[in-house]
């Protein structure tokens, strides 16, 4: 071979002797072929694939830029050099004798190589980045290449005169040239086209340099210096890294998955069927026989689950194990490329050990030649870099895996939600969804980050061990052994710690269920005074919980005391070992150092693995909650047909519907044909199956026989509202077009137009969370709006008049709904309780026990006397007549706005209606203004003194946003969280760290000096005293080390705990106590995130922040101290270096900082809209807009993926900038070792060079660690800012009310005045009245009098502007909440149940004896219903009572009042959900029941009051008129006009 060489050319190729020199240098021959070949072959290996984009590319290409000229010209004159070499072979040739091969064959190679560079340049401007990544490395390669060549001809010419001129001088014009491309090749060319692209993302069309180096960032990360970012700033995501795109590929690899493990599922079904149904495998059961048996087997797990909702029953299978397989095949590409990164990093690990190695032996070794160390030294240096630029390349892959796993694993229980059968509904509520989104999604971003570890800490392990073998030998076993010792320790642990993360994830899921309740039913806590009992049960679960957390950290503190001792005790046992076995063996620099090298980079993968292994198993607890969830059954709506049956709009053919797939029925063989374009009333007790009927329309309902037809589009109106938190507009048009001349018409129709007036920016009026800012009767109506402006062909609504006054009702009656309303072309199938309709109806079906008793028209089903006659007689007859007479409605419209016109744009009474619309809010989180929001506060926080921003209209919008801190973290709250800790704990955590890292510099030096005895025993015996004191003292340092370090974990355990629990009982404490207005401006979302994410935060990840911190600060002080020992002079190097640090550190945190900020600010909308959509799933399901939430979805997704995406690129960013520093303290240290190399021990340098090659990890560390930390401080800043919301007044103070207060129930009104917020106008001003004892007073009046805020005073949920409330001569201003609270009773409008028992529903501080409580469920007509349930008082109420209908939620409601049997009872009107016979009821109930007491009636319905003693008539929020209901009928005034309205006309007519 090297004969060839030398032959081809004509010089000698290789020879030994030319390197052992002082001047070395390599032969001609070998610099003319070797070195020019490699980059060439390089480079003709990939350059083909660059090419590509021309071939195949439909693409235009983008202009001509400078940059390009610029490298077109270059590689031009390069060409033109090598032409010139060739024309000079040539020339030379024919002179003389025949030239070397080489002098042709290299010129012609580059001839073609140029030209193919020029080929290239042109392809890339088919690409957006048209930098070439391959002619980057070609060009370094080959300049790297040509420095040998370059410094050997330098030396020549300086030597001797030059012989060959021109090839001189063509060589250094090439190199030149080639240089100034290399500099060239390192600037973005961006055309002028692709600018805008630029600007939306400078990472796509970044060069080659600028991506490893992530300088494209740098921008980025000044303008976060220089003022704190925003969302707008943020760049956007690739098109490739949007939502949409990963969540495609996901979805498609997925359904097989999900196809294959179901049909796995089947066979194991069938499996165990096989197994249970004949245990005595003969077949000797006849079939049908068998077949019970199966159903009876499958039913009682069944039964068990639902009695106790834990994990008591065998849970139902899944299909299992697809959920991993379907993401490495959608994210193949980004594992492969990792790996990649990843194995290059992991071998160039290696390296640095064996040139330590060298670098120690030419210290000691007197004879070698300086070059070598200089060599050395270079070598480190480029070894680290490459290493460095590896693993961030690596780091960012997996990141990117990470979030874009996040990304797809949330779009798709995201469209699960969308998808999923009511059945399966029921077996996760909201909180538990919402869970699976944040935590078992997030789990999985943190495991994929680190998922290469599984298999690189093994290839780590193995290769340390192997070149340990090589430097100890055997002994290494001894080493070996204690690893493998160390595992099922590990192992045990592990599990220990499996089972506790279980236990706490279901603490968790309990704790969040219940806080979302409560955040939920706020309103009825307060006003029922049950805070103390809900604060207890949640205390009770956090008890569990952090129990559970405390045993959790202990077992941490274990594993990190034995994986700290682990490298230590192998290396002492390898020592040990190999110094004991032989007399000969002595421990010397080079063996020790490497040795110590190797262990150090053993230690890492030591560490990791445990923690990589630990993090699989939590997500594994992830990954069965995904596949449960995600692997569930999706709604079957195989019974809803769409075939066109001519004069059929809807057919039900013995339909027979459940709620569950083997429950009962709720509707049985019903059997229909409703006509297109016609009128149909559904009519029925409460729980004969109205709603059920609706459902099934949906397709909500599991099929058990039968089928619906429906033909054409649907629209659907709930019997409760289900409002977006968006603009009042957005909320009718619901994505649909704008049309403003039917939007008008619509709004006119649905008598929207005086609400508008009232909001404060009209129909641009943002609508809080679930509608919050709206009455019932609004809310009503803008759903129904929406319906109407959808313009479908068929109408269900589910009662849809019940929570509107009865005047309004009629009017959209007439408008809307009736024979002559907007819809009178459409198919309407109505549900109602008011029976004044039904005359009017083209067809009406009455249900009784969800079949269908009768149908017919109003006259032929009176004419049959059957159920539906009795019905009508017993409740319909006065109202009949009133109908007729009254037949001439007042057109309302005109009606309402003459009665409000002196009304202040006020606030309107509501369910919640402590909210009030006048809220002067400056932005919200509504999606849209989300960006310009933030943007607002950051600025605004500084500037609010100089400028006030625009006033928008006063109130328009509701939601406060999210205060977004800006700015550096205060230090206030790391103090604040170690006082929660403890000082004296924090104290001593902080002496244990420091313990250890001197025990950890005491153990280095000590094994410094044992190895210089190699040199002080030369030739000698060495002393076995010496040696047993070497390895005793060792020991005991590193045993030390281990014990410093086992104290300070455990100490910190303890005082995590301690902090969490005050934390959370503060948090918990205060929230329950902020008054009412609070939660109406604030969406729960957010509050729940504190108490999910941050409290999480404050519980596990501080601590661990906080203790890697210390660990990190303390190890690079000691390295850096030992470096320094070593070779002083590296204290001078140090400052400029730290210097450097310092700024980096300073532009990266604050810019990292807020990137984190924003992450946690855009990720509640994620949550918010989730909780919304499920909440509204049959309305979006019933007018098919999937996929514009699921659009909506991803744009909120990707708006919080951006902030994140940019988070971990300035994570990258810092650390490619510190590793390079990192590189040049090994540089430095190595090459000051060299310097001095006379004066030094081979310890020594030893000690300084491998302390060196550790610090740049741990400089990393310490980066991420310190801005780790004050991001996750952030959490405590949070929880703080509401523990510090302003409380309403004390529950109890130190003036009581007398015994049995109020005795008499007497309530006088003196000049009382009440606004809802101290800058808005009043809504009371000024009553004056006095309610006698047990006097029954109604209270009237147009929507937005007044009515409900006089209830929310007498419970003091506002507090008096001025005037007084006296209550049996107690002043209630002067008592405490509760005092007041609990003694008065009140019966409000929303019906809201709690999770729990029905007993804990009616009594949760089980004040009253199980006779009393059957006692008022009988009083209640709930008795009988509960004595059929199998649990009775017992029975579980679901999430917000979801198991009862809304009229036994009523009742349940009612029975609680009377449990209480207060002397005074408000009811706010409560029978808007509730039929005619029902209603009934409970008007009897209250007339007997509380007869003795003051009763005061917010009614909506007139004739609910007409028996009342005396009527109090409201107009803005004055009392216009008071006196008996006969009296006021006499008189023409405001309640005679809403009288003739309703059609009463006098008192006797209406039993009602």
């Keep these: 071979m090297s004969a060839a060489l030398e032959e081809f050319c004509g010089s000698v190729f290789w020879n030994a002797s030319y390197l052992a020199r002082p001047d070395a240098d390599l032969p001609v021959c070998f610099q003319q072929t070797v070195l020019v070949w490699v980059p060439l072959g390089f480079f003709w290996i990939l350059a083909p694939w660059q090419l590509l984009p021309m071939c195949k590319s439909r693409a235009k290409k983008s202009s001509v830029t400078k940059l390009y000229i610029i490298k077109q010209v270059l590689a031009t004159l390069l060409m033109l050099t090598a032409v010139a070499e060739l024309a000079l072979a040539f020339v030379e040739d024919t002179e003389q004798d025949p030239l070397p091969a080489v002098q042709y064959t290299n010129p012609s190679l580059h001839i073609a190589t140029w030209l193919l560079v020029m080929l290239i340049h042109d392809a890339r401007r088919f690409c957006l980045c048209r930098d070439s990544g391959i002619l980057f490395c070609f060009w370094t390669l080959s300049l790297l290449c040509g420095i040998l060549p370059f410094q050997s001809l330098l030396r020549r010419a300086l030597q001797a005169p030059i012989s060959d001129v021109p090839r001189f001088v063509l060589f250094f014009i090439s190199y030149g040239l080639q240089l100034l491309l290399f500099l060239v090749s390192g600037f973005s060319d961006v055309a002028p086209e692709t600018q805008e692209i630029r600007k939306k993302n400078p990472e796509v069309t970044a060069s080659f340099l600028s991506s490893i180096t992530f300088e494209w960032y740098t921008s980025m990360v000044f303008k976060g210096y220089r003022k704190p970012l925003e969302i707008e700033d943020i760049w956007e995501l690739k098109s490739k890294d949007k939502t949409q795109a990963i969540y495609a590929v996901l979805e498609k690899n997925m359904k097989t998955a999900v196809r294959k493990a179901q049909a796995e599922m089947e066979k194991r079904k069938c499996k165990k069927r096989r197994r249970e149904g004949d245990p005595d495998h003969g077949n000797n059961m006849i079939k049908a026989q068998s077949q019970d048996i199966l159903v009876l087997e499958e039913k009682q797990p069944k039964r068990k689950k639902k009695g106790d909702k834990g994990d008591s029953g065998p849970r139902k299978d899944f299909p299992r194990g697809w959920l991993i397989k379907t993401l490495c095949k959608t994210f193949w590409q980004n594992l492969l490329l990792s790996v990649a990164f990843k194995l290059v990093h992991d071998g160039l690990v290696f390296v640095s050990p064996q040139l330590l190695k060298l670098l120690i032996a030419f210290v000691s070794d007197e004879e070698s030649f300086a070059w070598q160390g200089y060599l050395y ?78 298999w690189s800490s093994p290839l780590q392990i193995i290769l340390s061990i192997v070149f340990l073998w090589g430097e100890l030998g055997p002994s290494v076993l001894a080493g070996i052994a204690v690893m493998v010792l160390l595992i099922p320790i590990n192992g045990f642990l592990v599990a220990k710690a499996k089972t506790i993360q279980v236990r706490n994830m279901k603490n968790k899921d309990e704790r969040m269920k219940i806080m979302s309740e409560i955040l939920n039913g706020i309103k009825i806590l307060k006003l029922f005074a049950w805070e103390p009992s809900f604060e207890k049960r949640v205390n009770e679960i956090r008890a569990r919980e952090l129990k559970d957390l405390v045993n959790f950290s202990y077992l941490q503190s274990i594993s990190v005391f034995v994986f700290t001792c682990a490298p230590f005790l192998v290396s002492l046992a390898s020592f040990a070992v190999y110094v004991l076995v032989d007399e000969n063996n002595i421990l010397d620099a080079q063996k020790a150092f490497t040795a110590i090298s190797l262990f150090n980079v053993l230690r890492f993968p030591m560490a990791m693995l445990p923690l990589v292994l630990s993090s699989l198993v939590q997500t594994n607890v992830s990954t069965e909650r995904l596949e449960r969830y995600l692997g569930r059954e999706d709604l079957d709506t195989s019974a809803i047909h769409h075939n066109p049956i001519a004069g059929s709009a809807v057919r039900f053919l013995e339909a027979t519907f459940a709620w569950e797939q083997d429950g009962n029925a709720a509707i049985r063989d019903v059997t229909l044909d409703i006509a297109p374009g016609s009128l149909v009333a559904v009519v029925g007790a409460v729980g004969s199956g109205k709603s059920s009927l609706v459902s099934a329309m949906l397709g909500e309902m599991e099929n058990i026989k039968g089928h619906i037809n429906i033909q054409g589009s649907l629209a659907y109106v709930p019997q409760q509202a289900w409002i977006q938190n968006a603009t009042l507009k957005d909320n009718i048009l619901f994505g649909s077009e704008l049309d403003e001349a039917r939007y008008q018409q619509v709004i006119k129709a649905c008598a929207l137009l005086p609400d508008l007036e009232l909001l404060p920016a009209g129909d641009q009026t943002e609508i809080g969370e679930k509608g919050i800012n709206l009455s019932g009767g609004q809310k009503q109506r803008v759903s129904l709006a929406r319906a109407v402006y959808s313009n479908a062909d068929i109408y269900v609504l589910d009662d849809p008049l019940s929570a509107v006054d009865a005047h309004v009702g009629k009017y959209l009656f007439e408008h809307v709904l009736g024979p002559k309303g907007l819809l009178q072309k459409k198919t309407r199938i109505l549900v109602t309780h008011s029976i004044s309709f039904l005359p009017q109806v083209d067809n009406i079906v009455v249900l009784v026990a969800g079949a269908v008793s009768e149908h017919g028209s109003y006259s032929t089903l009176l004419a049959n006397r059957g159920a539906f006659a009795q019905f009508l007689n017993l409740y319909g007859r006065q109202e009949e007549d009133a109908s007729e007479k009254n037949s001439t409605a007042v057109a309302l419209a005109g009606d309402e706005e003459q009665g409000d016109e002196d009304v202040e744009p006020c606030v309107e009474e509501g369910p919640d209606d402590v909210v009030t619309m006048t809220l002067k809010r400056e932005a919200s989180i509504h999606q849209r203004t989300f960006s310009r929001s933030i943007s607002k506060s950051s600025t605004n926080s500084w500037k609010k003194g100089q400028e006030e921003p625009p006033k928008k209209l006063k109130g328009q919008q509701l939601i406060e946003k999210e205060a977004v801190e800006t700015g550096k973290v205060k230090f206030s709250m790391y103090l604040r969280y170690l006082r929660a800790v403890g000082l004296w704990y924090s104290f001593w955590v902080a002496m244990g760290y420091v313990g250890q890292y001197v025990a950890f510099v005491g153990t280095n030096l000590w094994l410094s000096a044992w190895t210089d ?154 949550y918010s809209h989730f909780g919304e959509t499920v909440s509204g799933l049959s309305v979006i399901r019933a007018y098919g807009h999937q996929e514009r939430f699921l659009q909506q979805n991803e744009s909120t997704m990707d708006i919080n993926q951006k902030s994140v995406y940019s988070w971990i690129v300035s994570n990258r960013w810092l650390a490619i900038r510190l590793e390079f520093v990192g590189s040049l303290v090994v540089f430095f240290s190595a090459l000051l070792a060299v310097i001095s190399k006379g004066t030094l021990e081979g310890g020594i340098v030893g000690l300084s060079v491998s302390s060196a090659l550790n610090v740049t990890q741990t400089l990393n560390w310490l980066v991420r660690t310190s801005s780790e930390l004050e991001t996750n401080i952030v959490a405590v800043e949070r929880v703080h800012e509401y523990t510090k919301v302003k409380n309403e007044a004390p529950w109890v103070t130190e003036k009581r009310p007398p015994c049995g207060w109020p005795s008499k129930g007497e309530i006088q009104f003196i000049d009382y005045k009440v606004r809802y917020r101290p800058e808005l106008e009043l809504v009371l001003q000024g009553i004056t009245c ?186 803005a929020g004055r009392i216009v008129e008071y006196d008996s209901p006969e009296e006021l009928l006499k008189k023409q005034g405001v309640f005679s006009a809403m009288a003739k309205d309703a059609g009463i006309t006098n008192t006797e007519t209406t039993m009602l």
């Design 1013 to 1166: 005895d190699a040199q002080h025993y030369l030739n000698q015996t060495y002393p076995v005293e010496q040696r047993d004191l070497r390895i005793g003292v060792f020991g005991a340092l590193g045993v030390s080390q281990a014990l410093f370090l086992l104290f300070a974990t455990i100490l910190s355990a303890h005082g995590a705990m301690r902090a969490s629990r005050v934390m959370h009982q503060q948090l918990l404490s205060n929230i329950l106590r902020v008054p009412m207005s609070f939660f109406d401006t604030t969406p729960t979302g957010r509050i729940v995130n504190r108490f999910a994410k941050d409290i999480f935060t404050i519980d596990e990840t501080i601590p661990m922040s906080f203790r890697s911190w210390l660990s990190c600060f303390m190890a690079i002080i000691s390295t850096l101290l030992m470096i320094s020992l070593a070779t002083p002079f590296f204290a001078l190097i140090i400052i400029p270096l730290s210097i450097f640090y310092y700024f980096v550190l300073r532009f990266y945190v604050s810019t990292s900082r807020q990137l984190r900020r924003l992450d946690s600010v855009t990720r509640s909308p994620i």
């Design 377 to 454: 030294a270079i070598l480190l240096f480029l070894t680290a870099l490459i290493q460095s630029l590896c693993l961030q390349q690596y780091f960012s892959l997996c990141f990117q895996l990470g979030i874009n796993v996040r990304a797809s694993l949330i779009a798709a229980i995201y469209k699960k939600a969308l998808t999923m059968s009511s059945a399966t509904r029921k077996e996760s509520t909201v909180g538990e969804t919402v869970n699976l989104m944040s935590a078992d999604a997030q789990r999985f971003m943190d495991t994929a980050n680190f998922v290469h570890q599984l």
């Design 1330 to 1515: 006095n309610i006698g004892s047990t006097e029954k007073v109604g209270v009237v009046g147009r929507t937005g009098a007044g009515k409900s805020s006089l209830t929310n005073c007498l419970f003091r949920v506002l507090e008096a502007a001025g005037g007084t409330i006296i209550i049996d001569e107690v002043d209630i201003a002067t008592i405490g909440l509760h005092d007041l609270r609990q003694n008065l009773t009140i019966i409000p409008q929303d019906p809201v149940l709690f999770t729990g028992t029905l007993r804990m529903n009616l009594d949760p501080f089980d004040q009253y004896t199980d006779k009393e409580v059957w006692k008022a469920l009988e009083l209640a007509h709930l008795k009988t219903y509960v004595q059929d349930l199998p649990e009775g008082l017992l029975h579980l109420v679901s999430e917000g009572g979801e198991n009862l209908s809304v009229g036994q939620r009523q009742l349940v409601c009612l029975a609680r009042a009377l449990l209480r049997k207060a002397k005074i009872l408000i009811l706010d009107e409560a029978t808007a959900g509730v039929d005619l016979e029902t209603d009934h009821l409970i008007q009897t109930t209250i007339r007997s029941e509380f007869a003795a007491c003051t009763v005061l009636t917010i009614a909506h319905r007139l004739h609910t009051i007409m028996d009342s003693n005396r009527v109090m008539v409201l107009q």
